[in-house]
């Protein structure tokens, strides 16, 4: 089954610095990648997705970025804010084939610093 | 905007009771998912539900566990005889098509003692 590693596991960034969390996955098939925010207490929240036919997206100060031939995807936070602080999770699924699972990563815990 | 809603926010139980933890997905989704999320770690798949049944399960989602969508709004997962380390967050999803985002609720916490 698949498998996805995320780093680091730990992330602390100035204010206003860029933040990048990298993820690799292990089956080739997987072609929809998520990334959510997790706050204290609260359910994830999906913050942008990328499918495999497309290498970057982009959405404001959010960025993803994926490279099917290595097996890893990207997210790239800008201009960091303190709200940004919040575990981040990476996932990968395969879609559209009826098997539409959603396999997480571990978990990159951003402390954003004022 | 619409979000997935769950009840309880926090469920307490004694080992080998049965618990029923409610979801009300967004009314034009298609797609609706359990997971759990042992606490400090991943989130992980528990099943997937679709066109009223069963699309996958994951191991952990054995004999003990069960989830049917009585009504077309709610959507429920139930655990038969609760074991401690059932205890975990539970997170319902939905989603309106394979290709858009999976929606997550704010989860309920369940305490198995």
């Known amino acids: 089954g698949e498998n996805v590693e995320q780093h680091p596991s730990t992330l602390s960034v100035q204010e206003g610095d860029s933040a990048v969390i990298k993820c690799t996955y292990s089956?080739?098939?997987?072609?929809?990648f998520p990334w959510y925010k997790q706050e204290l207490g609260k359910g994830p929240q999906l913050i942008i997705d990328?499918?495999?036919?497309?290498g970057e997206k982009k959405d404001q100060r959010i960025a993803v970025t994926l490279n099917k031939t290595a097996k890893h995807f990207s997210l790239h936070i800008t201009e960091t804010q303190p709200e940004d602080s919040a575990v981040y999770f990476c996932?990968?699924?395969?879609?559209?084939?009826?098997?539409?699972?959603?396999?997480f990563g571990t978990g990159t815990r951003l402390t954003i610093i004022p | 905007e619409p979000e997935v809603t769950q009840t309880p926010s926090h469920q307490v139980t004694q080992m080998g009771q049965e618990v029923i933890l409610r979801c009300v997905p967004i009314?034009?989704?298609?797609?609706f998912y359990w997971y759990r999320q042992i606490l400090g770690q991943k989130v992980e798949f528990l099943v997937s539900?679709?066109?009223?049944?069963?699309?996958?399960k994951s191991e952990i989602f054995d004999d003990q566990f069960s989830v049917e969508r009585p009504d077309g709004s709610n959507f429920t997962l139930k655990i038969r005889s609760t074991k401690l380390e059932d205890s975990a967050m539970y997170f319902c999803?939905?989603?309106?098509?394979?290709?858009?985002?999976?929606?997550f609720g704010q989860g309920t916490r369940l305490t198995v003692v």
């Open positions: 999803a939905s989603s309106v098509s394979s290709w858009t985002g999976d929606l």
């Open positions: 089956d080739s098939a997987s072609n929809y």
């Open positions: 990328i499918r495999s036919n497309v």
């Open positions: 996932a990968a699924s395969i879609r559209g084939f009826g098997n539409e699972k959603l396999t």
């Open positions: 009314s034009n989704h298609l797609y």
């Open positions: 539900f679709y066109n009223n049944e069963i699309s996958e």
